[in-house]
């Protein structure tokens, strides 16, 4: 009888362990598991730490030098970032391809947007299909996955950024 009491017990705070380690693991945000998954650099090879952005909203737009609706999108994301600019949005451009493929490809087009680039593939992150924008609320979670190219001109489209 004493060792029965002693296992149940065992077995009960063996229960509540576990319990409050799976907790504490899904306490993270989606931001934050997505950076425990890759690190970024942008353009100058400066790692850039998404959490400190933790009190903005995030845009992630996954693209390609290589992908002809990424490109067709660059004109129009230049001009989302220009209506984002004093907002509480911040919009980054990401990319596997190697760190010399982006900045050629950024130094020929003139762009002037917020590149970085992923230590891993896309495909490591859940994103299959060119280009992909993700949004992350102030808090880090996950709000919307749109697959495919958007017309970041339209102004619809910034309000909905806005107001997320």
């Known amino acids: 009888m004493f060792y029965t009491k002693k296992i149940f017990l065992f077995a009960v705070l063996f229960f509540i362990s576990c319990e409050s380690n799976s907790t504490k693991k899904n ?29 903005k909203k995030i845009i992630l737009n ?7 609706p990424c490109i067709k ?27 010399s493929v982006i900045s050629k490809f950024v130094d020929n087009n ?14 490591m992150l859940g994103v299959y299909s060119l280009p992909t924008t993700i949004l992350f609320d102030k ?17 619809n489209l910034i309000n909905k950024f806005l107001e997320y």
Do not use: H
């Not at 996954?62 to 002809?68: D, E, K, L, V």
């Not at 999108?73 to 190697?98: G, I, R, T």
């Open 27 to 55: 306490s993270r945000t989606d931001l934050e598991i997505l950076e425990s998954k890759s690190s970024f650099v942008n353009l100058s090879k400066q790692e850039v730490d998404l959490k400190l952005f933790s009190n």
């Open 62 to 68: 996954y693209w390609a030098t290589w992908c002809g």
């Open 73 to 99: 999108e660059m004109p129009d994301l230049m001009n989302a970032e220009k209506k984002l600019k004093d907002s509480d949005v911040s919009l980054f451009l990401v990319s596997d391809e190697d760190m």
């Open 110 to 123: 003139s762009y002037t947007l917020n590149f970085i680039k992923s230590n891993v593939s896309n495909e």
């Open 139 to 155: 808090k880090g979670k996950k709000i919307e996955t749109i697959v495919g190219v958007l017309d970041f001109s339209d102004d």
